[in-house]
């Protein structure tokens, strides 16, 4: 069975910085790709990709944080993160994190909620 876990959202003051986990059980990340999703909460938004980092080859990210995130992968422990710095409120979203085995297989993780406030 395939799990994926997120990790490492918390509250932060704007300004600061956050890294999440995603692990990832049951499949190896090696061969896919693993992207960040993320959606403001009670705020009807869709789920708004982040970025994503390929099995091989340099990680993109959206334009309203690349300046800031960073994406990277250790495919020897299963697990991806996300550098988060200079946080802004509008940053406060749940974090998804999502691995594409292929066209028509994917996994999600449940989320991890980063909150933006002083």
């Known amino acids: 069975q395939v799990q994926l876990v997120e990790s490492g959202g918390g509250l932060v003051q704007p300004g600061g910085s956050l890294r999440l986990s995603c692990t990832s059980s049951g499949i190896s990340i090696g061969d896919y790709v693993m992207l960040w999703y993320r959606q403001a909460p009670n705020s009807g938004k869709r789920r708004e990709l982040v970025?994503?980092?390929?099995?091989?080859?340099?990680?993109n990210l959206a334009d309203s944080v690349k300046a800031r995130f960073t994406i990277s992968r250790d495919n020897a422990k299963n697990t991806m993160y996300l550098q988060m710095n200079n946080l802004k409120s509008e940053d406060t979203a749940v974090y998804y994190c999502?691995?594409?085995?292929?066209?028509?297989?994917?996994?999600w993780g449940k989320g991890t909620l980063v909150t933006v406030s002083s």
């Open positions: 970025g994503l980092a390929p099995a091989s080859g340099s990680a």
């Open positions: 999502n691995l594409r085995q292929d066209a028509r297989v994917e996994y």
